[in-house]
């Protein structure tokens, strides 16, 4: 039975959240059987503006938006070597003039999550590959649905949860709930044990997490 539960605040576009999935699988390894693994949407992104240079504001809006994109694919390929999960940040364009936020990929999973909960987490690692390893646009809906269906989701049903704000209204309750806990760094992970908790860096790696969840078995008077 799981008692342990590892809940990750984050985006799906998150370099530093695909380059933690080693270490999730050698936690799921070392927990077999005891960890359940989560995941809220914290929205990374609500405009590329509040993340663009001042230099990168003051060109054309395309052009500035592509500096930017070349930007962030330089910051994605720093952070290959952390998990050592390979990045494809070749012609690299996420966002553009009509796409400005991450927020349709943190209401994509929701409609996943919606409509078929026990796809939901493949199809967020099926989103990040899509997104770091592919160079897929997934900020367009079309293509948030193709991964959909590449996950097993029926199209259809997700289209519906994108559309008729059910998937907007539970990522805006996640969003509440990452304020409500005072998180502002992303990713991190919340680590429960019973009514024991701790809240984590998601870059922490595999000894960091073993080490706060052996600190909470402590306290069960459990066996790390």
Do not use: W
Request: contains cysteine; glycine residues 8%; aromatic residues 8%.
């Amino acid at each position: 039975m799981d008692d342990i539960i590892l809940t990750t605040f984050t985006d799906p576009m998150m370099g530093l959240s695909y380059e933690c999935e080693p270490v999730y699988a050698s936690l799921k390894e070392r927990y077999t059987g005891r960890i359940a693994f989560r995941y809220v949407m914290a929205g990374l992104v609500r405009d590329v503006s509040d993340f663009m240079t001042p230099e990168e504001l003051a060109m054309p809006e395309k052009e500035g938006l592509a500096a930017y994109n070349r930007r962030l694919a330089l910051i994605y390929k720093s952070e290959e070597p952390m998990g050592g999960l390979p990045m494809n940040m070749d012609g690299f364009h996420l966002f553009d003039t009509e796409h400005r936020s991450s927020y349709p990929l943190d209401i994509a999973f929701k409609a996943a999550q919606l409509c078929e909960p026990d796809k939901a987490e493949p199809f967020l690692l099926r989103l990040r590959r899509a997104t770091l390893l592919e160079g897929r646009q997934t900020t367009l809906k079309t293509e948030l649905v193709a991964v959909a269906q590449e996950s097993g989701i029926d199209a259809a049903r997700f289209r519906q949860h994108l559309e008729d704000g059910s998937a907007e209204e539970a990522f805006l309750d996640d969003r509440r709930l990452t304020r409500s806990l005072g998180i502002r760094r992303l990713p991190s992970c919340l680590i429960q044990l019973g009514g024991d908790t701790v809240l984590v860096n998601g870059m922490i790696g595999i000894k960091g997490f073993e080490s706060a969840i052996g600190s909470l078995l402590s306290k069960q008077g459990g066996r790390a």
